[in-house]
Antibody
Framework: EVQLVESGGGLVQPGGSLRLSCAAS????????MSWVRQAPGKGLEWVSV???????YYADSVKGRFTISRHNSKNTLYLQMNSLRAEDTAVYYC???????????WGQGTMVTVSS | AIWMTQSPSLLSASTGDRVTISCRMS??????LAWYQQKPGKAPELLIY???TLQSGVPSRFSGSGSGTDFTLTISCLQSEDFATYYC?????????FGQGTKVEIK
C-alpha cells in the first residue's frame, strides 16, 4: 500500500527545535520530489519546502534559514528539521509526494506542531 | 512567486446543485493546476491534476477546465459528501502556491 506516515510533532517553546519524520511505503522517496506543506489552525494550505530526487532543496521565504529538509534513503524517510521556531510556525505539517504530472498525489495524515510558552 | 486568486471563499449550496469554483493565476501556468478536497481534521485529497484529469477513484460529477491563467472546478450534482473545502494549486514552478480555499457549505 502506498502511504506516508508523519511523526515528531508536539509542543515546543519559541526559539526551540523539532524534527519531523515522514516514513514512506509503497514507493521510493529518493526517486521522487517530496514536499512539506503546513496548515495553521483555521487557515489555508502553505507550501514549506521540497527536496528534489537529485537532492537539491528549496524553501518558502517564511522558513528559509530556519528549516532544513532531508531524507534517509535506506529508511525511505523524509525529514524536516525546524529550528528557531516561532508562534507563527504553529500548524499541522503534512508531507506529500510532489509529482511532476500528478501534483501532490500522496499525503500523510499530518502531525501537529504547537509553538507556545 | 505565482499568486492565485480563488473565488468564492464561501459557497452555500443544496444537494443536487451545480457549483463552480474559479482560480486565477498571476501568470500563465499552462495546465499545471491541481484541485484538492479537504474535510475537517483530514489531509487534502487530490481530485484533479493537469487542470482537467480526474484522479483515479474520483466521481465523474467533478470536472476541471482551463489553461494559462484561468481555471474552473465544477461539481455537476452536489452530494452530501461533497460539503468540504476545496483548494486549487499550481505546480508549474516553485514556490508551489495554493488558492485561499473555497468552503462549500449546506444552504
Amino acid at each position: 500500500e502506498v502511504q506516508l506516515v508523519e511523526s515528531g510533532g508536539g509542543l515546543v517553546q519559541p526559539g526551540g527545535s523539532l524534527r519531523l519524520s515522514c516514513a514512506a511505503s509503497g514507493f521510493t522517496v529518493s526517486s521522487n520530489y517530496m514536499s512539506w506543506v503546513r496548515q495553521a489552525p483555521g487557515k489555508g494550505l502553505e507550501w514549506v519546502s521540497v527536496i528534489y530526487s537529485g537532492g537539491s532543496t528549496y524553501y518558502a521565504d517564511s522558513v528559509k534559514g530556519r528549516f532544513t529538509i532531508s531524507r534517509h534513503n535506506s529508511k525511505n524517510t523524509l525529514y524536516l528539521q525546524m529550528n528557531s521556531l516561532r508562534a507563527e510556525d504553529t500548524a499541522v505539517y503534512y508531507c506529500a509526494r510532489d509529482h511532476v504530472t500528478y501534483a501532490f498525489d500522496i499525503w500523510g495524515q499530518g502531525t501537529m506542531v504547537t509553538v507556545s510558552s | 512567486a505565482i499568486w492565485m486568486t480563488q473565488s468564492p471563499s464561501l459557497l452555500s449550496a443544496s444537494t443536487g446543485d451545480r457549483v463552480t469554483i474559479s482560480c486565477r493565476m498571476s501568470q500563465g501556468i499552462s495546465s499545471y493546476l491541481a484541485w484538492y478536497q479537504q474535510k475537517p481534521g483530514k489531509a487534502p485529497e487530490l481530485l484533479i491534476y493537469a487542470a482537467s484529469t480526474l484522479q483515479s477513484g474520483v466521481p465523474s460529477r467533478f470536472s476541471g477546465s482551463g489553461s494559462g491563467t484561468d481555471f474552473t472546478l465544477t461539481i455537476s450534482c452536489l452530494q452530501s459528501e461533497d460539503f468540504a473545502t476545496y483548494y486549487c494549486q499550481q505546480y508549474y514552478s516553485f514556490p508551489r502556491t495554493f488558492g485561499q480555499g473555497t468552503k462549500v457549505e449546506i444552504k
